[in-house]
């Protein structure tokens, strides 16, 4: 069975800094991985995934996340964020387990970027 | 294009009565799939359909949750009696690839309060 740990809930920041969200999975086998991006009174919107090649991947509004296997780990980066990145992240493993892709979700990270 | 919609958005109904939610997919999607959100929790899959067959059901948490696709478009998930633990933000997702790798649109979410 895999899991995902978000360790933190929530994460403050001010505008423009950097910031980090730490994603660590635990899986038998080979995964693919995902993180999404919730605004508020919105859906799910898909960051960036992770499927397979190059480990740094590159997603929408400058986000990106290193897949790093001997960690088992795939945090979540911006070098500068603003205002409107407020909003809650979540990071999803999937593997085929069971005949599915049906990925696991982490409890979700709340980053609240202040002025 | 319309994304994934889910209604109502909000329903407090009390221990005991039933509840109905509704989630349209984009249009040609095959694949639906409705995931649950306990508050401060990880998101749980539920079920996913394939047209109007329920492809995975294992989410399900017990018989008191009922979900239908009929004629593989809108889906339905019925709720009853409904209990207290059943509160949670419901969410519906819709993909078009057949792999389940196919990226997921996910709608608003249900917020269900049961009292």
């Known amino acids: 069975a895999q899991s995902v740990t978000q360790l933190d809930s929530q994460v403050p920041v001010f505008e423009e800094a950097p910031v980090e969200l730490r994603c660590n999975y635990s899986s038998s086998v080979s995964v693919y991985l995902f993180w999404y991006v919730q605004y508020p009174n919105q859906g799910l919107q898909l960051l960036l995934k992770y499927l397979s090649g190059s480990t740094l991947v590159k997603g929408i509004n400058g986000f990106e996340a290193e897949f790093n296997k001997s960690q088992t780990s795939f945090h979540l980066r911006k070098p500068s964020v603003h205002i409107s990145d407020t909003a809650e992240y979540f990071c999803a493993v999937s593997d085929l387990s069971g005949g599915s892709y049906i990925p696991t979700f982490g409890r979700g990270t709340s980053l609240i970027v202040h002025p | 294009e319309a994304g994934v919609t889910q209604f109502p958005s909000h329903s407090v109904i009390e221990k005991g009565q039933t509840v109905t939610l509704r989630c349209d997919p984009i249009s040609g999607h095959d694949n639906l799939y409705w995931y649950r959100r306990v508050m401060g929790k990880e998101i749980k899959f539920l079920l996913h359909f394939v047209k109007e067959s329920k492809q995975d059901e294992s989410g399900m948490p017990n018989n008191r949750f009922l979900a239908e696709r009929t004629g593989g478009t809108y889906s339905t998930l019925k709720v009853q009696p409904a209990e207290l633990e059943d509160s949670g933000v419901y969410f519906c997702?819709?993909?078009?690839?057949?792999?389940?790798?196919?990226?997921?649109?996910f709608g608003p979410g249900t917020r269900l309060t049961v009292t």
């Open positions: 997702a819709s993909s078009l690839g057949t792999s389940g790798l196919g990226e997921q649109y």
